[in-house]
């Protein structure tokens, strides 16, 4: 498939060229930008307008090559003679800047930067003698030659600094050069990659839609499995890093494993001279605001990661781990799951109980893949039962029932006490209900389990029951069975769970002062707990439903609202909750065309992606 790349995102930018190319008073215009940012296709489409407008118009490119020859980009102009320079210098500008029939002309050169100082007198010249109009783009940070500054400094030239698409624009160029739009992972993770830099788009996109991994699927361009960076942009990549001194390549590779990092804790980790060379080069960016190192781009850390040896890499992981762990906020949760990712691909030798907390973390951060890696990892590092949990758990969310099953059917309930062995039934009994779509299933076994638990431990059983037949539409028996449940007892899955319940029953029997308090019961779970977090979206999706049955509208949308803003924070599928929501507000409030705008994506992303939860 041939794909077709418009000039997408630079209205403004061709309005600014246009005008500077147009104006009497102007010499011409520079464009800065750094490499693949576009500088060269909006020069050429500029140039092309130029021509249409009856301009006569020339273009040629700098290049290391020839910047070591006099005259070396002006070549084709030179011709054969063998007259000394003043003669060569008179020939090209008279070949660049004269016409059989009198149009103005307008010369294009690209990548001015690596022009030889005597194709820099030559534009010196025509900016003196008013012989053209001058485009010239320049690579941001790059070294110009001294007589191009000059020839800027003798015209009055427009400057533009050219920036990388934004995100929506980077999406719109998606959408029309593949005929039809990227779903929103696709989007999310191709814009994280080539940061709106066009060329690194073009040349993923086109290596991933030739391999088949970006794929035409149920009306949007998917990306499956991860990114393979095309040989000639590696070598791009490379060409623009350049050779690194050890120092400096320890700083970068760092980052790519580790980043963002605070600045004084770089400079420890590694070395504060090389961390200024490395910022001198463009390799590395730091924050003014909270000093914070990352990266110039996200495609270098990529190209390190996938150059250097995974020995090195472990290695540098190990290192950073430790010296997160000497931190003041070492058992921040946040510090603790980075803490933890590091460790798992570390040279370190794993720490079974750091592991299971992060995994925790992982699901408060709604980031379900990660605490599976995590718990994984704590498990086979020979972590207790909650790793297993834990783990369930989050395969049950990933639609990966199966595994979430066979996990849990391996935990032998002689090692529980009873209240235990009630969570091991209520995760189960839901994994069958949810994931495994298996509703008998999942009462039977409750039902069976009922039997092995105690008086004092019948909670766990009594909420599942509360779950099973909200989700089956039978609010009064839901009813009878929470009433007698104190959901803030509960482990907090449990109770968040149940909480959900509660709000879906209450709704449907018409009580919703009964199922906002549940809602909110619930939320406050989801508030304290690390494990329970993400519940506050399915908790909202009962609330936002309860309110919108008892036909109080505004305060769905408040809901839907507020909990949208919160998910727009949170990495996966918590975004798609957050979108969800809106869309069922909208509905609620008969907006249906912005409820369908909404909607459609996120049931196309979720079935493709295997959702089996609903």
Known sequence: MRLAWPLTGRLEESRLIDAALASTELSGIVIYGSAGVGKSRIAREALAVADTGGHETRWTVGTSAAQGLPLGTFARWVGTSDADSVALVGRVIDGLTGTSDGRPVLVCVDDAHLLDGLSGFVLQQIVQRGAAKLLLTVRTGAPVPAEVLTACDRGRFERLDLQPLSRDESTRLLTAALDGPPDEDAAARLWRLTRGNVLYLRNIVEQEVAQGRLAYRQGYWRWAGDPVIPPSLVELIETRIGALPPAVSEVVDVLAVAEPIQLHRLAAITDADAVATAEARGLITIDPTDRE????????????????????????????????????????????????????????????????????????????????????????????????????????????????????????????????????????????????????????????????????????????????????????????????????ALPAIVGAVTAWAVTVSCGDAGRADDAVAAARAGYRITERSFDAAHMRFVIADAHIGALLLAGRIGEAREEADQLSRQAAELPGAAQLFGVALTGRAAAGAGQLGAAAELLDPVVETMRAAGETNG
């Not at 603790?336 to 079974?352: H, K, N, W």
């Not at 699901?363 to 086979?380: M, N």
């Not at 209520?426 to 092995?452: I, M, Q, T, Y």
């Open 293 to 488: 190192v990352r990266v110039a781009h996200p495609l270098y850390a990529e190209v390190r990661r996938n150059r250097v040896p995974g020995s090195r890499l472990r290695r540098l992981r190990g290192l950073v781990a430790t010296a997160l762990g000497d931190r003041d906020d070492r058992d921040s949760m946040r510090v603790v799951v980075r803490r933890a990712a590091l460790m798992l691909d570390s040279d370190l030798a794993p720490d079974p109980e750091l592991l299971t907390r992060a995994a925790q973390g992982a699901v408060w951060l709604s980031d379900l893949a990660l605490a599976d890696r995590l718990a994984h990892g704590a498990i086979s590092a020979g972590a207790g039962v909650e790793a297993n949990f834990i783990r369930a758990h989050a395969l049950s969310w990933l639609s990966r029932g199966e595994e979430s099953d066979a996990i849990l059917d391996a935990i032998g309930t002689a090692e529980l006490d009873g209240d235990g062995r009630a969570r091991l039934a209520f995760l189960r009994a839901s994994n069958l209900l949810w994931s495994l779509a298996d509703p008998e299933g999942a009462k039977r076994h409750v039902d069976d389990a009922a039997a092995d638990i105690p008086a004092a431990a019948r909670a766990g059983i009594d909420a599942f029951y509360t779950v099973y037949w909200a989700a089956i539409g039978c609010p009064a028996r839901a009813a009878t069975a929470s009433s007698g449940l104190d959901l803030d």
